[in-house]
């Protein structure tokens, strides 16, 4: 059975279900087995994806319109998905940078197996670095305290997101744990690169 999820941040009625319900039905689901939620994709509550990985079953593929409609960051999806495989259970991605992802097909089992390296390499260098920095710190008679600096890593990041203009700053901020001065000095609300955020891509 094909199953969907579909989602959009703000309830106030200025973003709409339609485009995203449209091309899941068009990929062949019931309507009566679409799931949405009204609701930023930080929250943990999300009342219809809960509702959506319940009725999932063993040989159901879970679809979605775009990536990150799914998950809170990338460590949820990763996170998610794999329980999803664990379970017998496909996962597709319809459009978007991860449309090649369908883990019902060998291809696509691959993309997403090669995105989970490569967020736990990063996972484990940022940790590495963090541990590092605060050996310095310390030798250096400097306790360790919340880090603020942007990194190339991030900056990527940060780039893609505030091209998207469903982006959220103050949630973007939290998840490359930056303050929002930090974020606006290295790059624009456009997504382009300032003075100070050439530099470290130049490094």
């Given at each position: 059975?094909?199953?969907?999820?579909?989602?959009?941040?703000?309830?106030?009625?200025?973003?709409?279900?339609?485009?995203?319900?449209?091309?899941?039905?068009?990929?062949?689901?019931?309507?009566?087995?679409?799931?949405?939620?009204?609701?930023?994709?930080?929250?943990?509550?999300?009342?219809?994806?809960?509702?959506?990985?319940?009725?999932?079953?063993?040989?159901?593929?879970?679809?979605?319109?775009?990536?990150?409609?799914?998950?809170?960051?990338?460590?949820?999806?990763i996170n998610t998905v794999?329980?999803l495989t664990t379970r017998?259970?496909?996962?597709?991605?319809?459009?978007?940078?991860?449309?090649?992802?369908?883990?019902?097909?060998?291809?696509?089992?691959?993309?997403?197996?090669?995105?989970?390296?490569?967020?736990?390499?990063?996972?484990?260098?940022?940790?590495?670095?963090?541990?590092?920095?605060?050996?310095?710190?310390?030798?250096?008679?400097?306790?360790?305290?919340?880090?603020?600096?942007?990194?190339?890593?991030?900056?990527?990041?940060?780039?893609?997101?505030?091209?998207?203009?469903?982006?959220?700053?103050?949630?973007?901020?939290?998840?490359?744990?930056?303050?929002?001065?930090?974020?606006?000095?290295?790059?624009?609300?456009?997504?382009?690169?300032?003075?100070?955020?050439?530099?470290?891509?130049?490094?």
């Open positions: 059975m094909l199953i969907g999820y579909m989602r959009v941040s703000k309830a106030d009625g200025s973003q709409v279900l339609d485009l995203q319900r449209d091309a899941l039905l068009a990929a062949g689901i019931d309507a009566n087995h679409v799931y949405e939620d009204l609701a930023s994709g930080s929250l943990d509550a999300r009342p219809g994806l809960t509702a959506c990985l319940k009725a999932l079953r063993k040989g159901d593929r879970l679809l979605v319109w775009k990536l990150d409609r799914l998950g809170r960051n990338l460590r949820h999806l794999h329980d017998g259970v496909g996962f597709q991605v319809l459009t978007g940078h991860g449309a090649s992802i369908n883990t019902a097909t060998p291809e696509g089992k691959l993309v997403f197996g090669i995105f989970a390296a490569l967020a736990e390499f990063e996972r484990e260098l940022i940790s590495e670095r963090t541990k590092v920095g605060l050996a310095s710190a310390r030798a250096r008679g400097r306790k360790g305290g919340g880090q603020y600096k942007m990194t190339a890593a991030k900056l990527r990041l940060a780039m893609a997101a505030m091209g998207q203009r469903q982006t959220v700053v103050s949630e973007l901020c939290r998840e490359l744990g930056v303050t929002r001065q930090t974020l606006y000095r290295h790059i624009g609300p456009d997504g382009l690169l300032r003075e100070d955020g050439q530099k470290i891509l130049l490094r």
